[in-house]
């Protein structure tokens, strides 16, 4: 049976999306996730919805236990897992309010652990991740984005950062000549974790500012962030109420 887990970034910390909810604490291998999973039905579809930050956003991205997070998912029955994240972008075509549908990422984190195998005494595992974004996923996300006559871009790269500070302007120049087409402190770990536990995993991004490559203007501060991410998170929450149907039969 197919069962669609959201996870909700900065800015969607909780939702109103989910009907007859009940909220299951659970306690992994790995410690507990981030906040306790609300699970209830979205029309007659199972969901399960997980806040990274918690429910307050207390919890700072290099503090995120995604190990947790994504084990439980697993534990609860979840087939497919989309979420959400903030992004900042890095390409003057990327304007903030845009959403973006990533297909690549660059993973730029230096003290998240981002695999399950700490050993190989049961065999050898290198994951085999060229393409870490579920391409039907993607598609299903990027139907609906045109569908509502969102601003969105189907495709581009992130590069996930650990934070929680923002970029120096040589980091944020250095990012774009590697290619990153938008940058954040999530998603990297994530698709590395569910990809590891075969569940299929894609990330719609609310791009809400240009980092701090562009001259001309002034490094971004959280409150700028937070102006911008309220208005896209409606879009969010939008897109994902007309994309599980999809994802579901697919």
């Known amino acids: 049976m197919v069962k669609i887990a959201i996870i909700g970034g900065s800015g969607i910390e909780k939702t109103s999306l989910i009907q007859d909810i009940t909220v299951s604490e659970v306690n992994t291998k790995w410690g507990k996730p981030s906040s306790p999973i609300k699970q209830g039905l ?3 579809i199972p969901v399960a919805f997980l806040s990274r930050h918690g429910y307050d956003h207390t919890i700072p991205p290099s503090q995120v236990n995604n190990r947790a997070n994504i084990a439980a998912l697993k534990e609860i029955g979840c087939t497919h897992i989309i979420s959400s994240t903030a992004v900042g972008s890095l390409r003057e075509e990327i304007h903030p309010g845009h959403l973006v549908i990533p297909d690549q990422f660059i993973d730029f984190t230096k003290h998240r652990i981002t695999t399950f195998y700490e050993n190989f005494n049961e065999g050898i595992n290198h994951l085999n991740i060229a393409d870490p974004f579920n391409e039907s996923m993607r598609q299903a996300l990027a139907q609906v984005c045109k569908k509502l006559k969102y601003e969105y871009h189907d495709k ?5 950062i650990e934070g929680p500070r923002f970029s120096t302007r040589a980091e944020s120049h250095m990012f774009r000549i590697l290619g990153a087409d938008i940058i954040n402190m999530s998603v990297a770990p994530e698709a590395i974790l569910a990809a590891e536990l075969s569940i299929p995993y894609a990330t719609i991004a609310m791009s809400t500012d240009y980092d701090t490559w562009r001259e001309n203007i002034s490094p971004v501060t959280w ?5 911008v991410m309220l208005k896209n998170s409606k879009k969010v929450l939008h897109v994902f109420a007309e994309v599980i149907p999809l994802i579901a039969n697919l």
Do not use: A, N, S
């Open 42 to 44: 979205l029309g007659d």
């Open 156 to 160: 581009g790269t992130v590069v996930t």
């Open 223 to 227: 409150e700028e962030i937070e102006d």
